[in-house]
Nanobody, 124 residues
Framework: QVQLVESGGGLVEAGGSLRLSCAGS??????MGWFRQCPGKEREFVAA????????YYADSVKGRFTISGDNAKYTVYLQMNALKPEDTAVYYC???????????????????WGQGTQVTVSS
């Protein structure tokens, strides 16, 4: 039984910080990351880490503000979100890929499992 469990979402004022966590279990994972989605919009890539080598990837909109890290022994990934803006408000989903990346890594179809999502709300 493969599952991803997120935690850490909540309500924060603009300029504040939140730290999201996602714990994977049930099998090994090549990469884990985060997407976010607002009502009426497509799911958007935020950040990811490939456990082998520790390469990280970020959307341009969050570079310099968000940091992805993790514990690959536990298949747990974190997203430290600083300098939050109201436009960061979304449901954040943890994603995991089973095998090495192919031709894509920045779209939702590159990932094999998803968490339930955790709401992040940034007030203005």
């Amino acid at each position: 039984q493969v599952q991803l469990v997120e935690s850490g979402g909540g309500l924060v004022e603009a300029g504040g910080s939140l730290r999201l966590s996602c714990a994977g279990s049930g099998r090994t994972f090549y990469a884990m990351g985060w997407f976010r989605q607002c009502p009426g919009k497509e799911r958007e890539f935020v950040a990811a880490v490939a456990w082998s080598g520790g390469d990280t990837y970020y959307a341009d909109s969050v570079k310099g503000r968000f940091t992805i890290s993790g514990d690959n022994a536990k298949y747990t990934v974190y997203l430290q979100m600083n300098a939050l803006k109201p436009e960061d408000t979304a449901v954040y989903y943890c994603a995991a890929r089973f095998r090495p990346y192919g031709t894509t890594r920045y779209t939702s179809d590159a990932y094999d499992r998803w968490g339930q999502g955790t709401q992040v709300t940034v007030s203005s």
